[in-house]
C-alpha cells in the first residue's frame, strides 16, 4: 500500500522546520511548506522512504525521506522532511527541492532514547544507499524532472 503512489515527484521550497535539532544529531532534515505537504495524496504512508534530490539547479543527490505526523498541528496534518545524502556547505532555506520518492523503508516508530533513534536512522541511510544503487533506481537520477523549468511538474502513477 505504501508503494502505490510511487514514484512519487515533488518540488518546493525549503522553509524552517520546527527546530527539533536534526542538525545537531548530525541528521538536518530540509521540510516542505504545509501547502506542499497538502499536495501529498492524503492517503500516502506515514514511514521513512528513499529516492533521489536536488537543490535548486544542483547536482542530484541520493537521500532518505520521513513523512511523519506534525506535533505542531497535534499529529492532524502530515510533515514531510528531507535529509540529503551529502555534505553541503552551507544551509538552503528559501531554495527549491526537488525529489523524487522511489522506495518505502518502513513505518514511523518511537525510540526510547536518542541512541536508538539516531542508529536506526543509521541503518535507513545504508538501506538507502544500498537500495538506489540498484540499476532499476539508479536510472531514476537522470530523470527529466531534475532538468525541467519550475512548474512542468507531473506525477506519474
Ligand atoms: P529545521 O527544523 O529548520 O528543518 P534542521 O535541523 O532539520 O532544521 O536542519 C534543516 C536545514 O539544514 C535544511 O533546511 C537545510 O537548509 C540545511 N541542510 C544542510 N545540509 C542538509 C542535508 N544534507 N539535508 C537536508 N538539509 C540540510
Ligand atoms: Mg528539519
Not at 39 to 44: C, K, L, M, N, R
Not at 123 to 138: M, N, T
Request: charged share 25%.
Amino acid at each position: 500500500a505504501a508503494m502505490r503512489h510511487l514514484p512519487y515527484f515533488c518540488r518546493g521550497k525549503v522553509v524552517k522546520g520546527f527546530g527539533r535539532g536534526s542538525k545537531e544529531l548530525g541528521i538536518p532534515t530540509a521540510n516542505f511548506s504545509e501547502q506542499v505537504v497538502e499536495s501529498f495524496p492524503s492517503d500516502i504512508s506515514t514511514g521513512i522512504y528513499y529516492g533521489w534530490a536536488c537543490v535548486g539547479n544542483g547536482d542530484v543527490h541520493k537521500m532518505v525521506l520521513s513523512i511523519g505526523w506534525n506535533p505542531f498541528y497535534k499529529n492532524t496534518k502530515k510533515s514531510v522532511e528531507t535529509h540529503i545524502i551529502h555534505t553541503f556547505k552551507e544551509d538552503f532555506y528559501g531554495e527549491i527541492l526537488s525529489i523524487l520518492i522511489v522506495g518505502y523503508i518502513r513505518p514511523e516508530k518511537n525510540f526510547d532514547s536518542l541512541e536508538t533513534l539516531i542508529s536506526a536512522i543509521q541503518e535507513d541511510i545504508e538501506e538507502a544507499k544500498r537500495q538506489l544503487d540498484l540499476p532499476e533506481h539508479l536510472k531514476l537520477k537522470d530523470n527529466n524532472f531534475f532538468h525541467l523549468p519550475e512548474g512542468k511538474i507531473m506525477n506519474h502513477h
